[in-house]
C-alpha cells in the first residue's frame, strides 16, 4: 500500500491542538475548532517545502527542533488582509479632528509627533498615513517632526512593505488625485512614490512579547484594526494593556469597525466621529473611564 503524499496529509484533531498550542505561545494568535480546516491549508505548504509526510512529522520537528521552523510556521499563519485607507471613515476623523488636536498638542510640548501602524501587514495603512501626513499636516505645519513605524510579526510581509508594490486591489480607495500624486504603474503594479516610503520605519514586532511592547511608547496615535478578533480574551487583554502604555496621555487608538473594547478593563475612553469610533487615552492621569 502507498503511503499518503504531502499534498494529501489532512490535519488530525490532536496535532492541530499541538500546533495551534505552539502558534498561541508564539503569536498570541488563537485558532478555535472550527478554524481546524484553516490552519491546515495554511501550513500544508510548510509540510511540502520540508519535505515532510504529514502534519505529526511537522508538528514532532517544530516542537523538538523548530528554532529555525517557528519564524516559517508565524509567516504561514498570519493573516494578511489590508488595503489602503481601509476604513474611510477614520482617515476622515483624523484630517478632520485628530491631527490638528495632536499637532496643536505637539507645538506645546517637545518632540515629534509619532503613530504607529501596529500589525501593518504589508504596509497599506502605514503608508495611507504618510500620504495624509503630506496631505493634511504638513502644509499647515511644514517644521513639525513626525516618526511614523509600521510593525508586523509576520518577516515576509515586512519585506513586501519596504518594496512598496501593490496590486490594483490593494489601491481601489486611494483617492484619485492621490493615485496620480503618489504612485508610479509598472506593469500591473502600484509602487509607492519613494518620497512616501523613506517617511516610514518598518520593523518586526510582536504584539504579545513584553520585551518587544517596551521599545514601543510615546505614540500620539496607534492604529490597530482587525487585529484583535485573532486573540482570546486573556492576550486581548494583554495587547489592549500594551497599547494603553504605548500612547502619550491624549494620545488616541484605532481598533477595526468590529471590535469594541466594551468590557475589557482598559482606561481608554471612547471618542466618536461620524462612521467611526477611537479610543484615547485620557489626560487627566485619572484612569477611571472604561471603553
Not at 500620504?131 to 509576520?154: C, K, N, S, W, Y
Request: charged share 30%.
Amino acid at each position: 500500500m502507498t503511503q499518503p503524499t504531502a499534498a494529501e496529509a489532512t490535519l488530525s484533531m490532536r496535532t492541530f491542538d499541538r500546533l495551534r498550542t505552539l502558534i498561541r505561545k508564539h503569536t498570541g494568535l488563537d485558532f478555535p475548532d472550527e478554524k481546524r480546516y484553516l490552519l491546515e491549508s495554511r501550513i500544508k505548504p510548510r509540510l511540502l517545502a520540508q519535505g515532510m509526510p504529514d502534519f505529526e512529522t511537522y508538528a514532532d520537528h517544530v516542537e523538538n527542533d523548530g528554532t529555525s521552523e517557528i519564524p516559517n510556521l508565524v509567516n504561514a499563519v498570519t493573516i494578511n488582509e489590508t488595503a489602503f485607507f481601509r476604513h474611510p471613515s477614520q482617515f476622515e476623523a483624523l484630517e478632520d479632528t485628530i491631527f490638528p488636536e495632536l499637532a496643536r498638542r505637539r507645538q506645546e510640548q517637545a518632540g515629534p509627533l509619532r503613530l504607529w501602524s501596529a500589525a501593518c501587514s504589508a504596509g497599506d495603512e502605514a503608508y495611507s498615513l504618510a500620504i495624509l501626513i503630506r496631505e493634511a499636516l504638513a502644509p499647515r505645519h511644514p517644521h513639525m517632526d513626525h516618526q511614523l513605524v509600521g510593525t508586523d510579526i509576520d518577516t515576509e510581509v515586512l519585506e513586501k512593505a519596504q518594496a512598496g508594490r501593490y496590486r490594483k486591489r490593494a489601491v481601489r480607495n486611494v483617492p484619485p488625485a492621490y493615485l496620480r500624486k503618489y504612485f508610479d504603474r509598472s506593469g500591473e503594479a502600484f509602487v509607492v512614490d519613494p518620497s512616501i516610503r523613506e517617511m516610514v520605519e518598518f520593523r518586526t514586532l510582536n504584539l504579545t512579547d513584553a520585551r518587544d511592547m517596551r521599545q514601543m511608547r510615546n505614540f500620539d496615535l496607534i492604529m490597530c484594526a482587525n487585529v484583535l478578533i485573532y486573540f482570546n480574551e486573556a492576550s486581548k487583554k494583554d495587547v489592549l494593556r500594551g497599547l494603553h502604555r504605548a500612547l502619550r496621555p491624549g494620545g488616541y487608538l484605532f481598533v477595526g469597525g468590529s471590535e469594541a473594547l466594551g468590557g475589557l478593563e482598559v482606561p481608554l475612553e471612547p471618542v466618536r466621529y461620524e462612521g467611526a469610533l477611537a479610543y484615547r487615552r485620557p489626560t487627566d492621569g485619572a484612569g477611571s473611564s472604561r471603553a
